[in-house]
């Protein structure tokens, strides 16, 4: 069957998941914690731009202690890996396993790449944009194969657990902290650097995850249900779902048609609304992933 049943899921569908595309998954793991151990080494670490995550950490640990940065960030890694194994189970802790151990090898390993590509670092506002574009890349592509980089985000997992305060809001706060701890050894202009690096960062990963939108859905409500209808279906070609609602106000039930059409297409179908129902409401939201349907 199509749809899975409430009582008839497997109970290793987790399992089957996590199987899917093993080979290529690990390989897109493998280069995307090598660039971004390459980053950190060519942008970042010589720059002193602290921002956030346990590579900022290792940033200012290496300024006040003159402790190794690989060495800092797999410690740290490893201790906070341990407490989610132990606190949030080998399940949530799986995808984060070989990203502990193999982005501190490769900070170490690129380390000694970065004295023969030379890099003019001069122009902070140049190493903040290409140093927040590529973490967001990597990043993103973590979270789109199911792996994850751990470190200090396992903290906000257990505080999520635990205390129910929200993974955001304390990855804002943890990251934020260390930002300000940075600002404080290496001057408040590098903290703007570093809120240019997570926003571009921020927004990156969202590209990543759910690509940029190539169709539009459309909620459409109309006294001309069967006009719209048809313009849709016989002039744009594209099918309609239609759903019944009531109204929270007025408790009038109402009809809702939802089409999904190409981004292109955008103008013909608003134009064609407001033309055969100038008093029709519809919104529209992008859709970042249609598959199936007749």
Sequence with gaps: MGIF???????NILQQIKKKKLVSRYLLLIIALFISALSFNLLFFPTKIVAGGTSGLSILTEHLFGWNPSIFIFIISAILLLLSFLFLGIEKTSGTVVATFLYPFFVNFTANLADYIRLDTSDLVLVSIFGGLISGITGGILFKIGFSSGGLNIISQLLYKYKHISISKSNFVINGIIVIVGGIYFGW???MYAVIVIYINSLMIDKVLLGVSQNKAFYIITSEEQEVKQYIIEKLKH????FDVKGGYMEKKRKVLMAVVPTKEYFQLTEGIKLL???AFFVVMDA???EGGA
């Design 288 to 290: 970042y992933q249609v």
């Design 189 to 191: 202009t590098m903290v």
């Design 277 to 279: 129902d100038p008093n």
């Design 239 to 242: 099918s309609v779902t239609v």
């Design 5 to 11: 049943q409430t009582n008839s899921l497997p109970d």
